[in-house]
């Protein structure tokens, strides 16, 4: 309502800041408009005074790393060579020649990847388990195979597309079939983490009846079927890249929600085989299977990488996450890959690790990649190398910048998002809005209507295979070799780094212990690296401190004198020096420590530039990202980050580098350091509430995109939350964070390709911090480093900033120490981001699509019949409401009217006592509703007395919050010490306007609207319920929510006899 007072930030809060105008006049979040109209700015403070120790809950159950499952990371291999024992008898030309499988063994081994790996037996699959999947008549004719003669062999061959029949067939597809089972049960058994099979014949083309395509039994729906019924998993991904549509897995599957099945495939609208009209994005599932199959057809030859990712980023990782399977088969198919003669695509074989290694952050790891299509042998066997790789945690090597994905892909992702939208919580970031044109998704062949096979015919010609000709395979031999050159895996003689000294503990807030940037916070963290047995497989890197002239790269040289000066200053001139700054406090050791995690930092620059290590991490405060060159800010001296940046290029010539700040506050000073520069993409995560959270400048809004050379290279995701959100859900996390990632962090970053990735690590978005008021779980703080680590090939530093909640900070940089030391993320249950998230990701991609062809998919999408129809009868709905409304506002009035006039004419009858009683308690319940909603001004109304305020218009009911009537922590408060004061300053600021009174132990301290040092009274001393000397209110910590009951009346008739002159109740 107009004129609440501010909430004193409970659970979710928000940063402190000090409007220019009278906070009791003000909305939660909103300043009161000045002359001029414009809103006022707040002056953004962080707290610094916090009187006692800080006990925080642990909300970490079940989310720690400790409570993580222990799961093996070893890699499983399959290959036999008994399954190079069959060919074609009349065609020498035969695409699944032996060599295929050959090759990817011989390459795997030459590479030393084989012996990096646990060798799985290859045992044959018995007829039960051929029969989960395929007719018994089917299996008996393959079987019979093994007792005809050739003549009889090549004649079977009429009646199926495609394959070829040998006396070893049968032995070589049970041996295919049972490799692939074989590898789920050691996946699911956690003998081994991951798997790749190497094997023939493939399998996703062969249904239930028959076999077609060079396959004969579906080894990945058989091994899926097993899963299901003998393994006790309940939801099993299937993910086909195999060039061509896997349709037969799709026919096993299309009823079964328990599986999911998404396939891209080559289809140029029918024209491509198999040339089936179920192959079209538009077949989504039937039944209890409806939207669980994905076809993502592919209407162009010649998609990229940067195709492939889009499909990825926009499609195949949000719906898998929200699927959440607990185990993932990809039907592996390299003949999407360059050079392949079926395909015509210009997939490079690196990519294959980009795909394989977003994959496995889902099911926990259990990921099994098989063997089906390929036949280039060169880009086959390359392509399954850079895969395994990817399964042993190598290195995903890192890509030319992306090109922008086709015009023919993107009208396909925009199909496929229009009609599984119904279906999925993840497809929202599209528009649907009657009152704008939606994108025309109709596309067309030139060549007219496609060919569709509608039937199996009884009688298939044998054709001869064409070979690729030897100028055109040498051609693609030499880009394919070219490629592989440039893209070596990178090698270092470490894992990880990392960097920590205690002299870094020595900068602390001498007068204030508890100050939330303490040195607890780096001890902490070190302590719980060290138990969880994390710090043991890392290098410790020596420790230093920076030089002036790499401080000079990003600080002025006067600034870093006024620091150094601090060394020589006296402690009780420390005040007068921090007023200089915003939310700073100086100590003699403040510039030493500062030097040291500037220094120390660049240590593990290094480190990972010169592969000692492939990635590292820095326990380091004070933090830094929002130090400005000449000035220190928000508890920040020096910016690390930026210094670091600067370093690797000056020092090691690094080209492009990319920093991620994932701090719940904007970094200010990182942006303004980088953004006229085109060679750092700067990218900032965090809650802005229009500017109203800390920092408090419009600079973290997504429409400052950078200046100059720098336009398009400052990507800000702010977060915007009412302030009434807070409280009736929870607050953003896990899914809005993963969300921006997919959606715009990871296709930006694909499309810029650094040499090397910074995380401005601040862990205050996390579950339980007291100031960012977030839910990110340790799980997605795992994840987004996961992303992340495919980037410039591992080259990646993470960088503490804040995090204030020393359990949550701890737990979360463990979580992505795990996950840099090759750990696999947790599964998110919850993955549905909120509306506000939705609408912050929507603005961002709508600015910066102008410079980053990879947000591909802004729209307008067609409304489907149904939504039509629905949003006609909403808008009925709300019209017919409206009039109703009107019409009673209008019945209101002229009742109003007729009452007054009864009232001033002289014949009017006084009220009966009963009528009075029945008026002031409607005044009283109004009252106790209302004065959550009512500010100062509402309240002096009041001061009348409780039977001469008016009842409050039913019209303005809309706006109120409803308090509880009881919560259990009632109990807690004390009697009244005496009359309350409500003039009573701040304890720790002084500050007189708008202040709470703590019901426990009657302390006074200011509201979120100044330094919230009520909030943190509450965290240090466990008192959960306060009361608002501004509108009366009360609210308590515990319950995140508004209180009223009978036994708070007396201290509110304390208040208001104080600060009106008359009590408002009675009772």
Not at 843 to 870: G, M, R, Y
């Amino acid at each position: 309502m107009p004129g609440m007072a501010s909430r004193p930030s409970g659970k979710v809060r928000s940063s402190p800041k000090k409007p220019n105008t009278s906070p009791s006049q003000s909305k939660p979040g909103l300043g009161k408009p000045n002359s001029s109209g414009t809103k006022p700015k707040p002056s953004p403070v962080k707290p610094s005074n916090v009187k006692s120790g800080v006990h925080v809950e642990d909300k970490f159950k079940g989310l720690s790393l400790r409570s993580k499952p222990k799961r093996p990371t070893r890699t499983g291999f399959m290959y036999d060579e008994s399954m190079l024992n069959y060919t074609s008898l009349h065609d020498e030309n035969y695409l699944d020649s032996p060599d295929r499988i050959s090759c990817c063994y011989d390459k795997c081994r030459h590479l030393g990847l084989v012996k990096r790996c646990i060798r799985l037996k290859v045992t044959m699959a018995t007829d039960a388990d051929l029969l989960t999947t395929h007719e018994e008549e089917y299996v008996e004719k393959i079987k019979s195979t093994s007792r005809v003669s050739d003549d009889e062999l090549i004649s079977m061959e009429h009646g199926y597309h495609n394959i070829c029949m040998h006396k070893n067939v049968m032995e070589c597809a049970r041996l295919a079939a049972g490799a692939a089972i074989e590898m789920m049960k050691a996946i699911v058994s956690d003998r081994v983490g991951n798997g790749l099979a190497v094997i023939r014949p493939p399998g996703h083309h062969a249904t239930r009846e028959e076999g077609a395509g060079l396959c004969y039994f579906n080894n990945v729906a058989i091994a899926a079927n097993h899963c299901l019924e003998k393994l006790d998993i309940n939801r099993v991904l299937i993910v086909d890249w195999d060039v061509h549509h896997g349709n037969g897995t799709q026919d096993l599957f299309y009823k079964d929600s328990r599986v999911m099945y998404m396939s891209i495939h080559r289809y140029e609208h029918g024209w491509f085989w198999p040339n089936l009209r179920k192959s079209d994005y538009d077949h989504i599932g039937e039944g209890e299977g409806l939207g669980y199959n994905l076809n993502i057809p592919l209407n162009k030859t010649g998609m990229t990488d940067g195709d492939y990712l889009a499909i990825f980023h926009q499609l195949i990782m949000p719906l898998a996450m929200e699927f959440n399977p607990s185990a993932v088969i990809v039907s592996a198919g390299y003949d999407c890959a360059l050079g392949c003669p079926e395909g015509e695509m210009k997939l490079s074989p690196p990519v294959f690790s980009h795909l394989v290694h977003k994959l496995k952050s889902l099911a926990d790891g259990r990921l099994a990649v098989i063997l089906e299509g390929g036949y280039n042998l060169e880009s086959l066997s390359e392509s399954v190398g850079y895969s395994l790789r990817a399964l042993l945690d190598d290195c995903c090597p890192m890509l030319s910048p992306t090109q922008p994905p086709q015009p023919e892909l993107v009208n396909t992702l925009l199909n496929c998002i229009n009609v599984m939208r119904p279906h999925w919580k993840c497809f929202k970031y599209q528009r649907t809005d009657v009152t704008e044109k939606a994108v025309n998704l109709d596309s067309f062949d030139s060549r007219g209507p496609a060919p569709f096979v509608t039937g199996s015919p009884a009688y298939h010609e044998l054709n001869k295979e064409t070979p690729q000709p030897e100028d055109v395979k040498e051609k693609f031999s030499e880009q394919i070799r070219k490629i592989v050159a440039e893209h070596p895996t990178r090698t270092t003689t470490a894992r990880s780094s990392y960097v920590y000294d205690e002299g870094m503990l020595k900068h602390k807030c001498a007068m204030d212990p508890t100050h939330p940037e303490k040195p607890e916070r780096i001890a902490r963290i070190h302590q719980m690296l060290e138990d969880y047995g994390l710090l043991s497989k890392c290098i410790k890197l020596k420790s230093r401190k920076a030089t002036k002239a790499e401080l000079s790269s990003v600080h002025s040289q006067k600034y870093i004198a006024e620091l150094k000066a601090l060394e020589s200053t006296k402690p009780r001139d420390f005040k007068e020096l921090e007023e200089k700054y915003n939310s700073i406090y100086l100590h003699p050791d403040t510039y030493s420590s500062s030097l040291l995690a500037a220094g120390s930092l660049l240590n593990i620059v290094d480190s990972v530039m010169t592969n000692e290590s492939r990635n590292g991490f820095a326990i380091t405060r004070p933090p830094g990202h929002h130090a400005e060159e000449g000035t220190a800010f928000g508890f920040c001296f020096l910016n690390n980050v930026p210094v670091a940046a600067k370093y690797a290029q000056e020092k090691h010539g690094a080209k492009r580098i990319a920093i991620i700040d994932w701090d719940v506050h904007h970094g200010n000073g990182t942006q303004h350091m980088f953004e006229s520069d085109n060679s750092v993409l700067y990218i900032s995560l965090h809650r802005y509430d229009n500017s109203f959270f800390f920092p408090g400048s419009e600079d973290g809004n997504y429409d400052k995109f950078g200046k100059g050379k720098g336009v398009g290279y400052n990507v800000n995701i702010p977060f915007n939350r009412k302030w009434i959100d807070f409280r009736s859900s929870r607050p953003p996390g896990d899914p809005e964070y993963i969300a921006a990632f997919q959606q715009v962090v990871m296709p930006i970053c694909y499309e810029f390709a650094p040499d090397l990735v910074f995380i401005s690590a601040g862990f205050d978005a996390a579950k339980g911090d007291p100031l960012g008021g977030y839910s990110l779980t340790p799980g997605g703080y795992a994840h987004m480093t996961h992303m992340l680590s495919s980037l410039a090939d591992g080259r990646l530093i993470l960088v503490l900033e804040g995090g204030y909640n020393l359990n949550s900070i701890s737990e979360s940089f463990s979580s992505c120490v795990d996950i840099m030391m090759g750990g696999t993320p947790p599964r998110i249950d919850d993955t549905e981001p909120d509306s506000s998230a939705v609408s912050t990701i929507q603005n961002v991609i709508a600015v910066h699509k102008a410079f980053w062809k990879s947000l591909c998919c802004d729209a307008v999408l067609p409304l489907s019949k149904k939504e039509l129809e629905q949003d006609k009868e909403s808008t009925e709905e709300k019209t017919d409401s409206l009039v109703e409304l009107l019409v009673g506002k209008l019945k209101a009035m002229a009742v109003e009217e007729g009452s007054a006039t009864k009232e001033n004419s002289s014949d009017a009858k006084p009220s009966t006592p009963a009528a009075k009683s029945d008026e002031s308690k409607g005044t009283a319940e109004t009252l106790a509703a209302g004065e959550v909603a009512a500010g100062a001004a509402a309240a002096g109304e009041a001061a009348s007395g409780a039977a001469g305020a008016g009842a409050m218009d039913e019209s303005m009911e809309m706006f109120a919050v409803t308090p509880l009537s009881w919560c259990a922590h009632i109990e807690d408060n004390l009697p009244l010490p005496g009359m309350l004061d409500t003039s009573s300053p701040c304890l720790d600021c002084g500050h007189v306007g708008e202040n709470w009174v703590c019901l426990t132990c009657y302390k006074v301290y200011c509201s979120r609207y100044q330094k919230e040092h009520m909030l943190f009274h509450s965290i240090a001393s466990d008192h959960k319920m306060v009361l608002s000397f501004a509108d009366l209110s009360v609210w308590c910590y515990a319950c995140d929510s508004y209180i009223h009951h009978p036994d708070l009346i007396p201290m509110k008739n304390s208040a208001h006899l104080n600060k009106f002159g008359v009590t408002y109740h009675t009772d």
